[in-house]
């Protein structure tokens, strides 16, 4: 297992290039097996998760050719639908998407029920609810989810919570569906437009992405024939915008939409530092310790529950005391007790987190508790007085292309070593 060593104490300084969302790519890989033909994605992550979806496609009879680290061809013309590999897809959140994208296929699909990062409960009653709506029978059983139907009907689906995923899974389930679909109360995150975009591009008719209104008319086959290239990825983005603010930084960070970092941004200027958005750049900086700030995580364009545990290391060096209230997972303040060894004074109450800001923090042995929590703690590492190591590198790999790298290029003293086998 490896892990990473920071040395902190250093002012983050120069350009940092986004990657193509996570979020998405997750959603467009599986979305290609609703292609009965061939098609290519660029500007792909380079991250496990990605990995792991095309073992699964190729499991399925997909063939998956890599043209380079960043875009991959996929033929999907001849793919078996219900032999998934069950192992594989309880590793990872977004394998649900294959039971939207194979029933809107093949009508049938049999997954493994989905894993994820440890962030709570993390049902999938809405994403049942759509695939019921349109005329499946889907069972959950044994661990797997199994879904069939004579025909899928278009109907209109009204969603008890915003979901980003049952959005996206219901997406996949109708474009190839008899009528027309109408999602209301949908997800507006970006990713949920990209993944319009892309199965717009290969055929599907889908107006209203974006918006908490998505009308899907049926079409009888996507054809594929076509390149997309994934969204900038808004998460990546903000996590550098945030490494900035705490290290005293000067960031720019380029190739991301800065439309899609408003709310943050406003947050960022709330507390003190500047932000300027130049094309598809956003320059962040300041020489100023962070005013401190009361944040709730909100679904799209709210505060991204993803940017939360960056946010938080921000809030724990703040010049006051911030509370910040999880809306969207019940345990995304695992962290916490990472940046209290750091020298933090972070107290949980419920779904709010209080920080009464330090002036310092200082290194410390720490371990990722997820995904975002890695990032965040990456961040402290950098701020941090001394040496800070971090382990469980494997949620962070799961959803950050070259990580350490992009840190390292921007001034940060960071390794990744191989951990002794005890
Ligand atoms: C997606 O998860 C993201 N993951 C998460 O990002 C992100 O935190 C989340 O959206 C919110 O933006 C992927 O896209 C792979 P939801 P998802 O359905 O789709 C409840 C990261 O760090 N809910 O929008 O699973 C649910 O419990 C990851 O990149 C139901 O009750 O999230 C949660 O409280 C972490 N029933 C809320 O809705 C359902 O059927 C939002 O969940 C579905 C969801």
């Known amino acids: 297992m490896d892990k990473l060593i920071i040395k902190g104490g250093t002012r983050l300084k120069g350009e940092v290039t986004i990657s193509g969302a996570k979020n998405a790519a997750v959603a467009l890989i599986p979305a290609t097996l609703l292609i009965n033909g061939i098609c290519t994605i660029t500007n792909i992550p380079n991250i496990s998760d990605v990995k792991i979806f095309c073992k699964i496609l190729e499991e399925l009879g997909a063939i998956i050719t890599w043209n380079n680290e960043n875009e991959i061809t996929f ?21 649900y998407y294959l039971i939207g994208s194979l029933l809107g296929r093949c009508k049938e699909a049999m997954v493994g029920l989905p894993g994820g990062c440890n962030l709570g409960p993390r049902p999938i009653d809405q994403h049942i609810k759509g695939f019921e709506a349109l005329g499946a029978k889907v069972e959950v059983t044994q661990g797997k989810i199994i879904a069939s139907a004579k025909n899928l009907v278009g109907t209109s689906i009204y969603m008890d919570m915003v979901s980003v995923g049952a959005t996206i899974n219901i997406m996949l389930a109708s474009v190839l569906a008899k009528g027309t679909t109408i999602i209301e109360n949908a997800a507006k995150e970006p990713h949920i437009v990209d993944v319009a975009n892309f199965l717009n591009t290969m055929g599907a008719d889908i107006r209203g992405a974006g918006t908490d209104v998505i009308k899907i008319n049926g079409v009888k086959k996507l054809h594929g024939n076509a390149t997309y290239s994934v969204v900038p990825d808004q998460i990546e983005a903000g996590t550098f915008m945030l490494a900035a603010v705490a290290t005293k930084g000067d960031l720019v960070i380029k190739s991301c939409i800065p439309e899609h970092l408003d709310c943050l941004t406003a947050k960022i200027l709330e507390m003190g530092a500047n932000v300027e958005a130049e094309g598809d750049s956003i320059h962040v900086w300041t020489t100023k310790r962070p005013n401190k700030a009361n944040i709730k995580t909100q679904p799209y364009p709210g505060f991204p529950t993803d940017l939360q545990p960056q946010m938080g290391v921000c809030l724990a060096i703040a010049n006051g005391t911030s509370i910040m209230k999880e809306e969207i997972w019940e345990s995304r303040f695992q962290y916490t007790a990472e940046l209290n060894k750091m020298g933090a004074n972070i107290t949980n109450q419920g779904k709010s987190a209080i920080f009464e800001g330090v002036k310092e923090l200082y290194g410390a042995p720490v371990e990722a508790t997820d995904l975002r929590a890695g990032a965040a703690l990456i961040i402290a590492g950098i701020v941090a007085k001394g040496e800070t190591t971090l382990t469980n590198l494997v949620h962070i790999d799961r959803g950050y292309e070259n990580i350490e790298e992009k840190f390292r290029k921007i001034g940060a003293n960071i390794q990744r070593v191989a951990e002794e086998i005890e």
């Open 75 to 95: 033929d999907t013309r001849n793919i078996s639908c219900t032999n998934t590999p069950l192992d594989m897809t309880s590793k990872f959140r977004a394998s």
